[in-house]
């Protein structure tokens, strides 16, 4: 059974860091693809970034490129997303999502498996 377990969150100010880590697990994930989703207070979940287990490629929501990086650890089975320069906007609880499609998607139905998520807080 795959488990996807987020931690990092936390509550950091305006132009601070953070690094996120999602440990997976239950499965051997090479085939998968890893993606970092967002939802802030009355929105929809959002895409931030993913990344294709195996290779290595990325992609990113236009508006975070620059500042998110995702990266993954596979000695550890882990998948990350530094988050750089935050602003009171990125304030959200950011959910990991798995999914056995190689397939690029910026959708959240295009993900099987969900943590339970990790609040970040971002005071101006």
């Known amino acids: 059974q795959v488990q996807l377990v987020e931690s990092g969150g936390g509550l950091v100010q305006a132009g601070g860091s953070l690094r996120l880590s999602c440990a997976a697990s239950?499965?051997?994930?090479?085939?998968?693809?890893m993606g970092w989703f967002r939802q802030g207070p009355g929105n929809e979940r959002e895409f931030v970034a993913l990344?294709?287990?195996?290779?290595?490629?990325?992609y990113y929501a236009d508006s975070l490129k620059g500042r998110f990086t995702i990266s993954r650890d596979n000695a550890r089975n882990t998948v990350y997303l530094q988050m750089n320069s935050l602003k009171s906007e990125d304030t959200a609880v950011y959910y990991c999502?798995?999914?056995?499609?190689?397939?690029?998607?910026?959708?959240?139905?295009?993900?099987?498996?969900w943590g339970r998520g990790t609040l970040v807080t971002v005071s101006s």
């Open positions: 990344i294709r287990w195996s290779s290595g490629s990325t």
């Open positions: 999502a798995a999914d056995r499609s190689l397939v690029p998607s910026t959708q959240a139905r295009g993900y099987e498996y």
């Open positions: 239950g499965r051997t994930f090479n085939n998968y693809k």
